[in-house]
């Protein structure tokens, strides 16, 4: 990677389209920002998932417990 030194792709104008291109599209054009990007997407959807699950069973154990699934004997 060329760290503030001279660069034809920059003069040209090249990463300023690219840069237009990806905003536009709403997909990174670098491998690394595409990675980032997917990556967090599939972080995300398992955090919601983990969570639907977990939902999902405690509604089976409430649902379990109101129609009689267990019966509560005082003592």
Do not use: D, E, Y
Request: hydrophobic share 45%.
């Amino acid at each position: 990677m060329n760290r503030g030194g001279f660069s034809w792709k920059r003069l040209l104008g090249v990463s300023a389209a690219k840069s237009r291109i990806s905003r536009k599209i709403g997909v990174p054009l670098t491998r690394s920002g595409r990675q980032r990007k997917f990556g967090a997407a599939v972080g995300c959807a398992t955090l919601i998932a983990s969570i639907v699950v977990l939902v999902a069973a405690l509604l089976s154990v409430a649902h379990a417990a109101c129609a009689g699934g267990w019966h509560h004997h005082g003592g």
